[in-house]
T-cell receptor
């Protein structure tokens, strides 16, 4: 069974600092990895999808890397802002139509 | 495009009642799925569908039924609600699934918050 772990579970950073969020998975045979953002009481918003043939993906201040062989992905958010406060979830697609989620990194950016 | 829509946003049921959570997408996506999100448990897959007429069970299917008669709609039925089904339910869709390509990107609805008393 695929297990997805996100560390740390919660973190606070001062505004302007770079955020580094980690995601690890136990089975390296994945099709892709996707990072989501979830605001309190809301649905999931897709941030980045890293396809199986890619090692990283970038969108604005966000950069995500993927190392399938070691079962790790890292999401970098440059120059954090209070509006980046949210829970960030990673999910991997694997096996027979399965998507496994981590429990999230809860981020607070302090003004 | 409206994306993935879910109704209702909130619902309170009594134990033993039945109801249907609606999910629709207007992106011509083949793959649709239902998740529940509980504190400390993360998101867990209930049922999924790879196309009209095809459904399969996920990780926690007991107490739930699904059908997929059209590409656009994927309703989730609670047969006899129990307090353990109190949760937030999310519907998701993607153009394709497990191809390793960009069409695997998952889009989520805003969720239905269900309380069973």
């Amino acid at each position: 069974k695929q297990e997805v772990t996100q560390i740390p579970a919660a973190l606070s950073v001062p505004e302007g600092e770079n955020l580094v969020l980690n995601c690890s998975f136990t089975d390296s045979a994945i099709y892709n990895l996707q990072w989501f953002r979830q605001d309190p009481g809301k649905g999931l918003t897709s941030l980045l999808l890293i396809q199986s043939s890619q090692r990283e993906q970038t969108s604005g201040r966000l950069n995500a890397s993927l190392d399938k062989s070691s079962g790790r992905s890292t999401l970098y958010i440059a120059a954090s802002q209070p509006g980046d406060s949210a829970t960030y979830l990673c999910a991997v697609t694997y096996g027979n139509n399965r998507l496994a989620f981590g429990k999230g990194n809860q981020v607070v950016v302090i003004p | 495009n409206a994306g993935v829509t879910q109704t209702p946003k909130f619902q309170v049921l009594k134990t033993g009642q039945s109801m249907t959570l609606q999910c629709a997408q207007d992106m011509n996506h083949e793959y649709m799925s239902w998740y529940r999100q509980d504190p400390g448990m993360g998101l867990r897959l209930i049922h999924y569908s790879v196309g009209a007429g095809i459904t399969d069970q996920g990780e926690v299917p007991n107490g739930y039924n699904v059908s997929r008669s059209t590409t656009e709609d994927f309703p989730l039925r609670l047969l006899s609600a129990a307090p353990s089904q109190t949760s937030v339910y999310f519907c998701a869709s993607s153009y394709n699934f497990a191809t390793g390509g960009a069409e695997d990107e998952q889009y989520f609805g805003p969720g239905t918050r269900l309380t069973v008393t």
